[in-house]
């Protein structure tokens, strides 16, 4: 077995949803399962991706059985990735005085032409933090081994509270990041339940040195309380803006426990999109999406696996990409890139618990990709780590790109992965001017 695949199958071990603060003797047990299965890490996809890279629009047979339309209804064709290439950082890579890990947010500046990745490091090896980097493309090559070249980080900014101070350890679990079109940046915190105490999602505004802005009112519903509020591990992992600045959405992982239940083998979960007005910082519409089932079963019964809503990205005022990522024990990591969209989806905001409530449409959604399906160079398998965190980034011959980058839980057997494409097709789907909102000078 190559060594990076020796490792990537080690690296799954993390991946049982349990922060070490929180590893359990089932994890560990379940761990050495990982260990000794012959199982494949990624199993046979619906199809491939062709040899030039790319992999065109879904049959509309296909979009109507994971969406639930019929083949009459489905969208127009969709857009057509074209896969150019990754960068990999190793782990416990040193950068600024910290080490570099965690990834799980990041977005481009139109205005800069770099890049700001947040790390959800609640401590353990610097205080928690953002990165400015730069991602030079034309280093990304196809290949499970290729190195770190393309990804200069040029700047650690730490994440302050209103009174200056800098987030105490273990009090924060930075999620995802955006830059706004006046060059600030809002990040998310998805919240916690614990024995030692609930620690409640968070969205914040601050500028580009890590100074505090403002805080949004999250709405009580989401909040940490006995059968209600966010999942552990499952609260606000995703953030969006919209092109034109105005909206900020963010959406759990899970569904609220109030909702329904977390995703299983036999079905998904009622994750919640919720909005906020920017100018005035309040609370808006929310919307249902629901996510896969969790996309493998585990190699025995009871051994964990889940799948849950990793990130979402404004495309306009309706339509987003929006990232699932699956792992159990034994088949390992997937991760579907879809198109979701909130015409005919009703607005629940006035409905603080949903479970039982009749005549809720969820969120449309359209499969794009399934990563495992993505090929290198040399016909190997993509090798898909922990992806957490997408982001549209410089055009390339004025075609779009996708950025999707993964978390690696500063596991020395995982890696940071940088993954690119082009969205073609997207043109004519959203107007040019919404695709890259353009920034102001940061300030």
Known sequence: MPLRSLLHRLSLLRFLALPPRRLALPGMLASLVVLTASTPLIAQPPGDMASDGTVGAIAAEAVGAATGMAADDAPPPLPRLEYLGQQIVPAGTPALGTRFGGISGLDYDPASGLFWAISDDRGRFAPPRAYRLALDLKRFTRSNDAGFDGVVIDRAVTLRRSDGSPFPSGTLDAEAIRVTPEGRL??????????????????????????????????????????????????????????????????????????????????????????????????????????????????????????????????????????????????????????????????????????????????????????????????????????????????????????????????????????????????????????????????
């Open 186 to 443: 809002i990040w998310s915190s998805e919240g916690s339940r614990g024995l030692l105490g609930d620690q409640n999602p968070q969205l914040t505004e601050m500028r580009v040195d890590g100074r505090f802005v403002r805080s949004y009112r999250v709405p009580a519903h989401y909040l940490p309380a006995p059968q209600r509020g966010v999942r552990d591990n499952r609260g606000f992992e995703s953030l969006t803006l919209t092109p034109s600045g105005k909206t900020v959405w963010v959406a759990t992982e899970n569904a609220l426990l109030q909702d329904g239940e977390a995703a299983t083998t036999s079905a998904g979960s009622d994750s919640r999109f919720l909005s906020f007005e920017r100018r005035s910082g309040r609370a808006g519409r929310e919307y249902i999406y629901r996510t896969d089932p969790v996309m493998a079963a585990p190699l025995l019964p009871g051994l964990p696996a889940i799948n849950g809503l990793a990130d979402i990205l404004a495309l306009d005022d309706k339509r987003f990409l929006t990232l699932e990522r699956s792992f159990s024990v034994g088949p390992g990591m997937k991760v579907r890139l879809y198109l979701a969209s909130l015409d005919g989806a009703s607005d629940v905001s006035q409905h603080s618990a949903i479970a039982g409530t009749p005549g809720i449409r969820p969120m449309a959604k359209t499969l794009l990709l399934e990563l495992g399906s993505v090929r290198n160079a040399d016909g190997t398998r993509l090798m898909v780590d922990n992806l957490e965190a997408l982001t549209l980034g410089p055009p390339i011959d004025g075609t779009p790109t996708l950025i999707l980058a993964s978390d690696d839980n500063f596991s020395s057997m995982q890696v940071t992965q940088f993954i690119a494409f082009k969205l073609h097709g997207l043109e004519a789907m959203v107007a040019p001017r919404q695709i890259r909102h353009q920034s102001q000078p940061a300030r």
